[in-house]
């Protein structure tokens, strides 16, 4: 159908309607005329270099690129023709003169089917060497060395025809521009400056590799299976390809497992699918590995004095049954609680938390969300209503301005930084708020480096500027936020203390900086918000996202689509798990607990008594902890959780775990909290279910099973309903003893649970997921929220002043150093799954302490040498690396090694409102060792 949009060419005698703007060779791609190209790929801007889609325009002179000439409407257009398959058959043997074409069937080789189609060749064969211009091979040596320097790809420069691919895909779709050409005409090549691969700044995404054409760029890992089973082979029947949900980050990347003999030989990105379009960062392509890990868990264990001895499934379930139920019996039910898991799926999540309401009879049920974005999700429930993202991924490419605090996106959320990049490429500006030099920060327009614990102070800065500046949309205050104008009155005198000089010496930012992040950010058209753990993990977490909230809402940068604020989440579930319910708080759909007519409502759902199912606020994470050491809880349920690595003050944490009476892990490894449990439970990963995960911009996504599960591993789904019957408390459909049939049948009773995704199926997110709301079956799902009413009682947003107090730890001179702590690229979380890859421990495998030049003198600290780190709650031994982008008085350590417990060091007092530890800003001391 035509609109303003779209035009009509003919190519071939064909009519064919595209979108204005398009690219004859995209209209022509799009209605399935097979016009061929090697350097044009639809996510990268147009060069003609390869020249192979040549058509002939009327009108026109000669032959034209197709790859760059846009469609104009009324063209006619020929795209096959004697004369033009002549002329593309001469460029492809042209072609073979200046590189080997074939492939070892590790990979696809895009130059070789042409030449094959082009009859060439007779078939995909080996690599075939260049010719010279008698047609004699070229000898190796007139060709550059293969690369093997890099920990996870391969180049060879001898099957490289320069299509640029690589080059633009590096740059335009990643971001990094790390691929170069360097050299002039016949002598350039594609390198990543002078030192090779392995030693450049190429952090091994791989976006060069899917997209290569040619194989000059395949990856290494599993590359001598891939060239025994060739799997791109046409007809091959050696693997099969499972389309899933990435299981590292909140981005919810899509991925293609190629899978051979019950094992994942190759990962890439889907093309053309939000949220990732294609895209993966190294985690996602090359971290799979340790789903085959040698070292998972495949038989359930039963203590037996110090050690385990195995079990069967039977005695197992029975002893944890056992187990449970004597303390209830003698304890009552809130001596139980449960740690659920965003890295499992949303089925399993939901069967958790209704497993921990029904058979146990409590709400104490948390996971890891209370120990990094509970305070973000606390603020903005209660000053807009909802505390997910309110844009969409997408987005950050489409902002006139992003404001990132508290986030390292590069490292944390490299596909979401990609947008970012793209975004800036197109002249948008980046705001970086962040205590640390970091490679965001080195993008930044504008890169604000505020003393650690003192945001609130920078944040009130900034709304005063822009209120004094008139930087204010009054019409969006007056119309969407309580209060109106008044509650902007009560704003502005609560920040005005916070002047210019004020935040300098608080702060130590200048003004002129201050001035201009608030000024980039109020006035530009349209600014969204990243806010990540670095303003979340404090004890008054819940403010600093307070006042974050007060200055977008002075701007009116919320209400409209590409604002608002978009939290990443953390892990590839975080979002997901609190929706289906695994709160102490709320029940599926963020209905609090104490909600009697929900209450009702999920008690017939569940098919039992009201007055069975807990209203009564449960405890959290940190909390249940405490309280086991008190001897409040006596069981503990954990599932895909290791407090022993991610909770706070490990040292309280170790005793509290010891004063258990039960405990019991189900993980798929023996992590160092399955290490103290009474019965372990061997579970199945992401790769061996079927299942969702909601991503962070509320996007639910398919998880599809692609393996099998090692041993006697099972699906925590099977696992978690067999508990409950042993107890006398089925959670099977309606309450029966029956197990659900799938994954589909639990998530069908979510959406009933849930209405805010009541709309959402199976049979809808097969393809693309869908962005909750989606209450009904025909609603598309909703990428903005807030457009037109807050998701609060009257619809309107809440301004909420606060006041600065510092988040920090005292130092003293004995504890002088402020530590701040985060993640990086290479590893993730608590490193149950990234420490077990190869390629990533390559990458990064040992523990580190960033020091400041002045603080490595002023402590006799020398780069490389290891020290024990000192807080007041524990101690640690690491390797320093002096660095600069720290200020000094303040260091910084990832907390993913357990060669070194972060943990250890952190303390565990929380924030009032989110019930969040301050995983940040511990007083420490750093010595020699």
């Not at 389309?243 to 994942?264: A, D, F, M, P």
């Not at 001897?631 to 170790?654: K, Q, S």
């Not at 693309?768 to 037109?788: R, S």
């Amino acid at each position: 159908m035509l609109n303003d949009n779209t035009i009509t060419v003919t190519i071939d005698g064909q009519q064919v309607t595209t979108r204005k703007g398009a690219y004859l060779i995209e209209a022509a791609h799009d209605a399935g005329i097979p016009i061929p190209s090697l350097c044009w790929h639809r996510k990268l801007s147009p060069t003609g270099a390869c020249r192979l889609c040549i058509v002939k325009v009327e009108g026109l002179r000669g032959l034209v690129a197709s790859c760059s000439t846009p469609a104009e409407d009324g063209m006619v257009v020929t795209a096959f023709s004697e004369e033009i398959e002549a002329e593309r058959r001469f460029i492809l043997g042209s072609l073979m003169t200046e590189a080997e074409v074939g492939t070892d069937g590790s990979h696809r080789d895009e130059f070789a089917e042409l030449c094959v189609r082009y009859g060439l060749l007779d078939a995909i064969a080996p690599p075939r060497p260049a010719t010279d211009t008698l047609g004699l091979p070229k000898a190796r040596k007139q060709f550059r060395a293969i690369d093997e320097s890099s920990p996870v790809l391969s180049f060879d420069p001898a099957k490289c025809i320069k299509c640029f691919r690589c080059v633009r895909a590096c740059t335009e779709v990643q971001g990094k521009g790390v691929i170069e050409v360097l050299g002039r005409g016949i002598d350039s090549y594609i390198a990543t400056g002078m030192d090779g691969w392995g030693g450049s700044e190429c952090d091994g995404c791989g976006e060069c590799v899917q997209i290569c054409p040619t194989g000059a760029l395949v990856e290494k890992p599993n590359r001598d299976v891939l060239r025994e089973i060739r799997p791109f082979d046409v007809g091959s029947d050696a693997v099969t390809k499972v389309r899933t949900t990435c299981s590292y980050c909140g981005v919810g990347c899509q991925l293609e497992l190629t899978v051979h003999n019950n094992k994942i030989v190759r990962a890439d990105g889907v093309e053309g699918v939000l949220p990732n379009d294609g895209r993966l960062c190294v985690k996602g392509r090359f971290g799979y590995d340790f789903v085959s890990s040698q070292e998972r868990l495949t038989v359930p264990l039963i203590r037996d004095g110090d050690g385990f001895k195995e079990a069967t499934w039977d005695e197992a379930l029975d002893a944890v049954a056992r187990g449970f139920s004597r303390i209830k019996q003698k304890y009552g039910p809130d001596a139980l609680a449960g740690y659920a898991s965003a890295k499992c799926t949303n089925e399993e999540n939901y069967l958790f938390q209704k497993f921990t309401r029904v058979a146990f009879g409590t709400n104490n049920l948390d996971y890891c969300t209370r120990l990094c974005h509970a305070s973000t999700v606390t603020a903005m429930l209660k000053a807009l209503g909802d505390g997910a993202a309110t844009s969409s991924i997408q987005d950050f490419e489409t902002a006139d301005c992003v404001l990132v605090t508290g986030n390292n996106m590069i490292e944390t959320h490299p596909v979401t930084a990609t947008y970012l990049k793209r975004g800036q490429a197109r002249g948008a500006k980046l705001i970086v708020i962040d205590p640390r030099r970091t490679p965001l920060g080195d993008r930044a327009d504008v890169w604000l480096q505020p003393r650690l614990g003192t945001d609130v102070a920078l944040l009130n800065g900034m709304a005063r500027i822009a209120l004094n500046e008139g930087w204010v949309d009054e019409d969006f205050v007056a119309r969407r936020v309580h209060g109106g104008l008044q509650a902007l009155e009560e704003l502005k005198q609560a920040v005005e203390p916070y002047t210019t000089d004020e935040v300098e010496r608080v702060c130590g930012v200048p003004a002129d900086k201050l001035y201009e992040a608030t000024r980039l950010y109020a006035t530009a058209g349209k600014s969204i918000i990243a806010t990540g753990m670095g303003m979340s993990q404090q004890a008054v977490g819940t403010n600093n996202v307070f006042a974050l909230i007060n200055l977008m809402l002075v701007a009116g940068q919320i209400g409209r689509e590409g604002a608002g604020i978009s939290p990443p989440r953390g892990q590839n579930n975080v979002q997901g798990t609190t929706d289906v319910g695994a709160s102490p708080i709320y029940y599926p759909g963020y209905i609090p607990a104490s909600d009697d007519e929900n209450r009702a409502r999920i008690a017939k759902l569940w098919g039992y008594p009201v007055e069975e199912l807990p209203g009564a606020r449960g405890l959290s994470t940190v909390e249940i902890m405490q309280a086991a050491g008190d001897g409040v809880i006596h069981g503990l349920y954990v599932m895909g959780e290791n407090p022993l690595h991610t909770d706070p003050n490990l040292n309280h944490v170790e005793e509290s775990v010891h004063a258990l009476d039960f405990l019991v892990v189900q993980d798929i490894f023996m992590t160092p909290t399955a290490l103290k449990a009474d019965v372990v439970l061997p579970s199945a990963c992401f790769a061996e279910k079927d299942g969702t995960f909601t991503n962070s911009d509320r996007r639910v996504l398919r998880v599809r099973k692609a393996v099998n599960a090692p041993g006697d591993a099972r699906e925590d789904l099977w696992t978690i309903q067999e508990i409950a019957r042993r107890m006398g408390r089925p959670i099977g459909p309606g309450g029966s003893d029956a197990q659900y049939a799938s994954a589909s049948e639990v998530w069908d009773e979510v959406v009933k649970a849930a209405p805010m995704m009541g709309g959402i199926s199976y049979a809808r997110i097969e393809r693309q997921g869908i962005q909750w709301p989606c209450p009904t079956p025909d609603h598309p799902g909703q990428a903005t929220l807030f457009l037109e009413r807050f998701n609060t009682t009257d619809g309107l947003a809440r301004i909420m002043p606060v006041a600065y107090t510092s988040g920090a730890e005292d130092t003293n001179d004995e504890y002088p150093l402020q530590l701040n702590t985060g993640r990086i690229l290479y590893q993730f979380h608590s490193s149950t799954m990234s420490l077990r890859s190869v390629p990533l421990k390559e990458f990064a495998a040992h523990s580190y302490v960033l020091v400041h030049p002045e603080d490595a003198t002023r402590f006799s600290l020398e780069d490389g040498a290891r020290v024990r780190v000192r807080s007041r709650r524990g101690e640690l031994e690491t390797t320093v690396r002096v660095d600069d982008g720290v200020t000094p008085g303040e260091v910084f350590m990832p907390f993913h090694f357990p060669d070194a417990l972060v943990n250890k060091l952190t303390r565990d007092v929380l924030d009032p409102s989110s019930r969040i530890a301050p995983l940040k800003l511990s007083a420490v001391a750093i010595v020699p060792a």
